[in-house]
C-alpha cells in the first residue's frame, strides 16, 4: 500500500468508539528521522453544527463535514484504502478552519 499523502481521504480505523470512517490527510509527507505519523481530519455524516466543520461535496464521499476539532496524528497501520483526492481550492477552507481553531496565523 502506498503512504498517504496530503489532500487525500482514506478510510481509517480510528478504534472502537470512534469507529472506520473516512479521513483527510492534512499532514506533508515525514523524512526518515521523523516520527512515521500522518495528521488527519475525520469525516462525520452526522455534523453537530459545530463552527468548525466544513462541507466539501464529493461524490465518492457520503453528505457530511469534516471535522477540525477532531484532528488527529495516527501511524499507518490505521489507514485502509484510499477513497479519492481533494483539490487545492476544496482544501482551502478545511486550512483555513483549523487556522482558526489553532488560532495560527497563515
Do not use: C
Not at 470512517?21 to 452526522?46: N, Q
Not at 478545511?94 to 481553531?101: A, D
Amino acid at each position: 500500500m502506498s503512504l498517504p499523502q496530503r489532500g487525500e481521504v482514506w478510510l481509517v480505523d480510528l478504534g472502537m468508539a470512534a469507529k472506520v470512517r473516512p479521513v483527510l490527510v492534512m499532514s506533508v509527507p515525514f523524512g526518515e528521522r521523523d516520527y512515521a505519523l500522518f495528521h488527519i481530519v475525520p469525516h462525520t455524516t452526522v455534523p453537530p453544527g459545530s463552527q468548525f466543520e466544513v462541507v466539501v461535496n464529493v461524490p465518492w464521499l457520503q453528505a457530511g463535514a469534516f471535522n477540525i476539532q477532531g484532528s488527529q496524528s495516527l501511524a499507518h497501520a490505521r489507514f485502509i484504502r484510499r477513497l479519492g483526492s481533494l483539490r487545492d481550492e476544496q482544501m482551502v477552507p478545511i486550512e483555513v478552519s483549523l487556522l482558526r481553531w489553532l488560532d495560527l496565523k497563515s
